[in-house]
T-cell receptor, first 112, second 117 residues
Framework: SQKIEQNSEALNIQEGKTATLTCNYTNYSPAYLQWYRQDPGRGPVFLLLIRENEKEKRKERLKVTFDTTLKQSLFHITASQPADSATYLCALDTGGGNKLTFGTGTQLKVEL | ETGVTQTPRHLVMGMTNKKSLKCEQHLGHNAMYWYKQSAKKPLELMFVYNFKEQTENNSVPSRFSPECPNSSHLFLHLHTLQPEDSALYLC????????????????FGPGTRLTVL
């Protein structure tokens, strides 16, 4: 069956450290992968998109990698801050353009 | 704000009621979506509309009936729902399908928290 798994349900790290979140998938060949942030009671907010022919993408303190051989994406937040605490969702293109399938999300908590 | 609004934000209804959720986007997009988000489950895509035409129905029960009168508005009509339909219903929009990667980003509204008694 088709599956998208995000490492742990919850991840706690200390302020200033790098948070690394994992997204693994099976039985898909996505043209791109996206990462979203969701705060409690709000809709997801787009962060980054990486295409199948790109190995790495950066935006300020965020970095995403995409390994289509391993079927895995890693999402890094460097110099993490308490304001980075949220749930992070990965989403795969599974329908040729605008059909996204989401993972269950990883709840990140950055502690002082 | 993302440019996508949803009303109401909260809705409590009985199983015999009929209600509608409304979504409006002010971004000039041509694709709109309904998602369902239940506790401990991933976002589930329900419906996709491109240029007002439904292009995806993800095996959604007929008690959920979408309507897209124009590219800026999307409705979800609800009738004879079940308690397990209680969830956060999210609307999203995006530019129409395109070969350019940055056109696939989706903009979400804040959601309607639905409780079915």
């Amino acid at each position: 069956s088709q599956k998208i798994e995000q490492n742990s349900e919850a991840l706690n790290i200390q302020e200033g450290k790098t948070a690394t979140l994992t997204c693994n998938y099976t039985n898909y060949s996505p043209a791109y992968l996206q990462w979203y942030r969701q705060d409690p009671g709000r809709g997801p907010v787009f962060l980054l998109l990486i295409r199948e022919n790109e190995k790495e993408k950066r935006k300020e303190r965020l970095k995403v990698t995409f390994d289509t051989t391993l079927k895995q994406s890693l999402f890094h937040i460097t110099a993490s801050q308490p304001a980075d605490s949220a749930t992070y969702l990965c989403a795969l293109d599974t329908g040729g353009g605008n059909k996204l399938t989401f993972g269950t999300g990883t709840q990140l908590k950055v502690e002082l | 704000e993302t440019g996508v609004t949803q009303t109401p934000r909260h809705l409590v209804m009985g199983m015999t009621n009929k209600k509608s959720l409304k979504c409006e986007q002010h971004l000039g997009h041509n694709a709109m979506y309904w998602y369902k988000q239940s506790a401990k489950k991933p976002l589930e895509l329900m419906f996709v509309y491109n240029f007002k035409e439904q292009t995806e129905n993800n095996s959604v029960p007929s008690r959920f009936s979408p309507e897209c009168p124009n590219s800026s508005h999307l409705f979800l009509h609800l009738h004879t729902l079940q308690p397990e339909d209680s969830a956060l219903y999210l609307c999203a929009s995006s530019p129409s399908k395109s070969g350019r990667s940055n056109y696939n980003e989706q903009f979400f509204g804040p959601g309607t928290r639905l409780t079915v008694l």
